[in-house]
């Protein structure tokens, strides 16, 4: 094995990383970011959140409509985060799809994750019994390995002098699918009603959330087009001395270090401080972020007296759809800078702390709508919650940063963003079950006035921001 190399400061590191190439460290001139590949891997990105948060709008709606409540709109929360099991099936085989990737290439597994994706959500509109609409989702997570992969890929195209803009690019194909999802959700479900013109048939009233669940489903088919004809695979392929290689078997005397560096980790490996750590806060800043989506859809639904502002379907999905808008020009605009500036572990701390006025403000602007009705002054605290969840979704670029990092070469980068992926999908399975049960729970036994979900989460983020210090002073390892 080669000496490690003196790091800047005259001390010696011994970690090395393939993914931050040593001799473009030193450059000061960012290289060129390949944008054609960056630009399909983004619309990819953008189909999974217009599959997932077109449901929200109506998903409380759809719920109270299957009967299932007893007609208690209490009770529309414990069923509505059931519907998120897609998070727990995606938890049981993510890993696996990321390890895949690692051997027969990113693309391939891209491409099933897709066509499981819009095959589920036809089947969502198709569904008719609560059961129904949860195997759909657990389908769809079942087969969907797209975000790991996704962001293996987005490590792959970059290097240590762009990865700030790359993974800055990452949250607008988020955000923009975060944008277009509600609005498609809130604008096309009960199409009879919205457009009685094009949308008169029998079929339209019996199934009167097919139309949404359908075009997110198209742009799942045109993103799966897309990728087979246009994306390049990000792998290396294995030279001859890779393929021979076992992880079993890395000290035979006659295998070369670049074969050893470039093979598959066993997974063990993979379960060391240096990873473990960055995924840990990953889980952290995902399990408070899927509470908040999954919160707001029910509050904003939720009457006034009960706890909540009694928005419309089409009211909750422009206004979603508004802080995807805003999300996106924003994070293109400061995110790297920030970075550049201040570092990513500053940037991820303060924004992990922008969760705690965020779920402050929920029972502030309740408490606004009781005295005073829907006026300006409860636009003004919702405008000042979209500005915060922006900030707040800055953590995400920051960890994707460390986590990259941390991938102990090119060949297990698979595996540490689905380890990673695999931890947030098992938080982001209970979590939205969890609040919006918690927010039932709170408002049907008043526990604090019915806010009790919100103390709740202030202390889960306060505890997550003190974990966050345990990340190293930087997201890269110097060869």
């Given at each position: ?145 797209n975000i790991g992969v996704m962001k293996s890929m987005m490590g792959e195209l970059t290097d240590s002098t762009n990865m700030a803009q790359g993974f800055a690019l990452m949250p607008i194909g988020w955000s923009l699918g975060a944008t277009i999802g509600p609005m498609i959700g809130g604008t096309l479900e009960h199409p009879q009603h919205h457009f009685p013109n094009l949308f ?280």
């Open positions: 094995m080669s000496s490690p190399a003196p790091s800047d400061s005259g001390i010696d590191v011994n970690e090395r990383t393939p993914l931050l190439d040593p001799g473009q460290q030193g450059q000061k001139k960012p290289t060129p970011l390949p944008k054609l590949q960056i630009s399909i891997l983004l619309l990819a990105l953008l189909v999974e959140p217009i599959a997932s948060q077109s449901i929200y709008p109506y998903i409380n709606q759809l719920v109270s409509e299957l009967d299932i409540t007893g007609g208690d709109e209490r009770k529309v929360g414990y069923y509505a985060g059931l519907i998120s099991l897609f998070f727990a099936t995606q938890a049981l085989t993510i890993f696996q799809w990321s390890r895949t990737s690692d051997r027969i290439g990113r693309k391939p597994v891209l491409l099933i994750g897709i066509f499981g994706l819009s095959l589920s959500m036809l089947c969502f509109g198709l569904s008719k019994t609560l059961l129904g609409l949860i195997l759909s989702r657990c389908v769809t997570g079942a087969l969907n390995g008169s048939g029998a079929f339209w009233s019996r199934f009167p959330y097919f139309l949404p669940s359908a075009v997110a489903a198209a742009f799942a088919v045109t993103s799966f087009l897309t990728i087979l004809f246009f994306l390049k695979e990000t792998l290396p392929r294995q030279q001859p001395q890779e393929k021979s290689t076992s992880v079993l078997n890395v000290e035979a005397p006659n295998v070369s270090d670049n074969a050893v560096e470039d093979s598959p980790v066993t997974i063990r490996s993979l379960f060391v401080p240096s990873i473990l750590i960055p995924i840990a806060n990953y889980g952290c800043i995902a399990t408070l972020e899927i509470a908040m989506y999954a919160l707001q859809p029910l509050f904003y639904s939720t009457p006034i007296e009960l706890g909540g502002l009694g928005f419309d379907p089409v009211t909750i999905g422009l206004w979603m759809g508004a802080y995807g808008i805003a999300n996106g020009v924003l994070q293109t605009m400061i995110f790297a800078p920030l970075v550049n500036k201040f570092g990513p572990k500053v940037v991820f701390q303060f924004c992990e702390a922008c969760f705690i006025p965020i779920f402050a403000l929920f029972p502030i602007t309740n408490i606004i709508a009781r005295q005073y009705g829907i006026n300006w002054l409860v636009w003004f605290s919702l405008t000042c919650s979209l500005i915060l969840g922006i900030f707040m979704d800055m953590t995400f670029g920051c960890i994707l940063m460390f986590i990259t990092a941390a991938a102990p070469n090119k060949r297990s980068l698979g595996a540490t963003n689905g380890l990673a992926q695999m931890t947030a999908s098992m938080v982001r399975a209970v979590g939205p079950a969890m609040s919006t049960s918690m927010f039932a729970y709170s408002v049907q036994h008043k526990l604090m006035g019915g806010y009790a979900v919100y103390a709740v989460l202030v202390t889960v983020s306060l505890f997550a921001v003190r974990f966050a210090a345990k990340l190293p002073g930087n997201a890269e390892k110097k060869a």
